[in-house]
């Protein structure tokens, strides 16, 4: 697909991040169906929740522009799923298994801070301050989940030691 221009850009960005709110909604229902603990699983069905929020506030970004989405490049997020399932799986442990999904976890908001963080600028840069606004909004979201996974990993790590400790 040829872009034209930076407003083809931005909407083919906008595209991808709506195709990736979509995806990690259904990701993170389908993560706390398989977590064993009862934090993770709060916090992953608290994470679909924003992930869902996080969709009607693209939305609204589309219709402020009067665009419709573009065809979206879904490999990677596919990928990702993908391999996460397959190594999910090989994990018995299930002290392993928190951690892995919580690691996995940080990558896949990382991930997506990322593409945030270059849509805030695209809407500034094609003029379009209100999705802008919307879009920091949302990145927001995206930093509070990160550094709550961040503090989610760290005190499994306290735990674990307290119980070396204690033995």
Request: with cysteine; aromatic share 8%; charged share 30%.
């Amino acid at each position: 697909m040829a872009i034209k221009d930076r407003k083809e850009l931005f909407v083919w960005m906008l595209s991808n991040v709506t195709q990736g709110a979509e995806k990690s909604a259904k990701f993170y229902q389908e993560v706390s169906q398989v977590a064993d603990d009862p934090h993770i699983k709060e916090a992953l069905t608290a994470r679909a929740f924003i992930a869902d929020k996080t969709l009607g506030t693209l939305k609204e970004c589309f219709k402020l522009i009067g665009a419709q989405p573009m065809k979206p490049n879904e490999k990677i997020q596919d990928v990702f799923i993908e391999d996460f399932r397959r190594e999910l799986s090989e994990i018995q442990s299930p002290e392993a298994k928190r951690l892995f999904i919580l690691a996995k976890i940080s990558h896949f908001v990382h991930a997506r801070i990322g593409e945030y963080v270059a849509l805030v600028a695209a809407a500034d840069m094609t003029g379009n301050y209100g999705v802008g606004v919307l879009l920091e909004s949302a990145l927001a979201d995206k930093l509070a989940l990160a550094e709550r996974t961040r503090r989610l990993i760290k005190n499994l790590v306290i735990e674990k030691v307290a119980e070396r400790r204690a033995a």
